[in-house]
């Protein structure tokens, strides 16, 4: 029998952190669209839980998650209900970070407090994550990691000094993931996006800020999350299975690396 022209030939249990709102969610409702199983994920359950129904709401299967990333046994929780309701992990998108909340600063003036919890969502949350999944995409020998860092380290932008490190070490992290993951099939690749709109107001980029970086990129407008959606589908697929430990930056071409 003909599958309905939405459903992909493979359908993937893909789980997203961070799904609640902005790119996670943008992220959650494309591949919900296309027919995978969505595990949205993120702190704020209400909010999840949201993304969930409308992704449910359209046709497509979800499950919504609460955990903290950054608490190893939220993550191990997590880890035990995707496994006990799907038995398998395909793709985990580590989009989760502390980022829309963040006020810029010169970095002399970060109190330690927010730049520990900065570094350890952004980073150790990224990692228990990957090492609470990795486990079920070695079964089937075939999965997908995608951090999600950020152009910003491209550029060196100055002003949430505990950001671009957050997201300075994901491409360290990306390319020794790779390195040990490799040869059970499973890519590893980073993210870099561009200053991108989404329904959330942030104070990360002034409205100059925007503009300028707008004149700068070959391309020279606003970036959305349709610009990204693509590239994390193409990540997640099977044509992307020999591009591991990479960092890809879609500002476009505002900076090169
Ligand atoms: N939007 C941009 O311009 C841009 C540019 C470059 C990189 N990025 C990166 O893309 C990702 C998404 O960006 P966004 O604009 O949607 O950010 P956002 O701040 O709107 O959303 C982040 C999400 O992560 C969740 N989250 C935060 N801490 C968490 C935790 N401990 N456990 C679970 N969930 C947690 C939040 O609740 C929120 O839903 C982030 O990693 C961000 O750094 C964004």
């Not at 789980?15 to 969610?25: D, E, K, P, S």
């Not at 992220?27 to 993304?51: K, M, P, T």
Request: hydrophobic fraction near 45%; charged fraction near 20%; aromatic fraction near 6%.
């Amino acid at each position: 029998m003909n599958q309905p022209s939405h459903q992909p030939r493979t359908s993937r249990v893909i789980v997203i952190t961070g799904a609640a709102q902005g790119l996670g969610r943008a992220y959650a409702l494309r591949f919900g669209r296309e027919g995978h199983r969505v595990v949205a994920l993120d702190i704020h359950g209400e909010a999840v839980q949201r993304v969930a129904a409308e992704i449910e709401a359209a046709g497509g299967e979800c499950l919504a998650l609460t955990a903290d990333i950054g608490d190893e046994a939220s993550v191990a929780d997590a880890a035990r209900r995707i496994d006990e309701r799907f038995g398998r992990c395909d793709v985990l998108v580590n989009n989760a970070a502390i980022f829309s909340t963040i006020k810029m600063r010169p970095f002399e003036q970060i109190p330690l407090d927010e730049w520990m919890r900065v570094l350890h969502v952004n980073i150790t949350g990224t990692f228990l994550m990957t090492r609470a999944l990795v486990p079920l995409m070695r079964r089937n020998r075939w999965g997908r990691v995608i951090h999600v860092s950020s152009a910003a380290v491209a550029m060196g932008r100055a002003h949430y000094l505990h950001y671009t490190t957050s997201k300075a070490a994901l491409i360290g992290m990306t390319r020794s993931m790779a390195r040990e993951l490799g040869a059970d099939g499973i890519t590893v690749n980073a993210l870099l996006p561009g200053a991108t709109d989404t329904e959330v107001p942030r104070e990360t980029v002034t409205p100059a800020q925007k503009q300028a970086q707008i004149a700068m990129r070959s391309i020279p407008r606003e970036e959305g999350p349709q610009d990204l959606e693509g590239v994390v589908a193409f990540l997640a697929s099977d044509d992307s299975g020999f591009v591991t430990g990479q960092s890809l930056v879609v500002d476009g071409g505002l900076s090169f690396l």
